[in-house]
């Protein structure tokens, strides 16, 4: 039976260290509105110590990184399961996903920010990486989608890029909005409630600007 890893410094890592640590992360910039942490609040946070950020992701930069590709690939796997889907028509396909896009953001409104913050900092192999692994193949999901209904009749045609910007700006805008919700709407929480308003609303204003009727 395998033991309980441990760290070079002979720190022991409990079961379950590196997915909580990543959990953590995310709840706290996610309740911040931040793209940052500091590893005290991490290890207060988890629970654990701070050296198994470096023992699971060499260091900070490595755990953001880490958090990205959790996020983003779990994002990947739901569109590509979606494009891929039969006996939807290209209308439902992209309402469902806008659905999702809402959704999403909604539990990760720092996946936008943090995706820039990562490119900037990384080298351009790394900056290609994420762009070829996470950015582009949401793109040729768009690509597919907006060309299937052209097909069908049921888009008009769009530049799949443009949509793509349009899509991201909508819901990374609304969900990093926190201090103009307080200051102009004395509303200091993304509720439930405001989400799902936000979320027929975006529905409504994108599917009626590519809706071929």
Aim: hydrophobic share 40%; net charge negative.
């Amino acid at each position: 039976m395998r033991g309980t890893p441990e760290t070079a410094s002979g720190l022991a890592a409990p079961p379950g260290a590196r997915d909580l640590l990543l959990d953590t992360a995310s709840a706290i910039m996610r309740e911040g509105d931040v793209i940052d942490i500091s590893l005290s609040e991490l290890s207060l946070r988890s629970g654990l110590n701070s050296a198994l950020v470096k023992y699971y992701f060499g260091n900070k930069a490595g755990l953001l990184k880490a958090l990205l590709d959790r996020d983003w690939q779990a994002i990947v796997t739901s569109v590509d399961a979606l494009v891929a889907k039969d006996g939807w028509s290209p209308e439902a396909k992209l309402r469902r996903h806008l659905w999702k896009v809402v959704d999403t953001f909604y539990e990760v409104p720092y996946l936008n920010r943090l995706t820039m913050r990562v490119i900037r900092e990384s080298d351009d192999a790394e900056a290609r990486r994420i762009a070829d692994c996470y950015l582009s193949p949401i793109y040729r999901a768009y690509e597919q989608l907006i060309g299937d209904g052209v097909k069908a009749g049921v888009f008009r045609e769009i530049d799949p890029q443009l949509f793509y910007i349009t899509v991201t700006g909508a819901v990374d805008r609304f969900f990093s909005t926190r201090l103009i919700l307080k200051h102009c709407f004395d509303q200091d929480t993304l509720t439930e409630e405001l989400r799902d308003r936000y979320r027929e609303h975006t529905i409504d204003i994108i599917m009626a600007g590519i809706l071929a009727r």
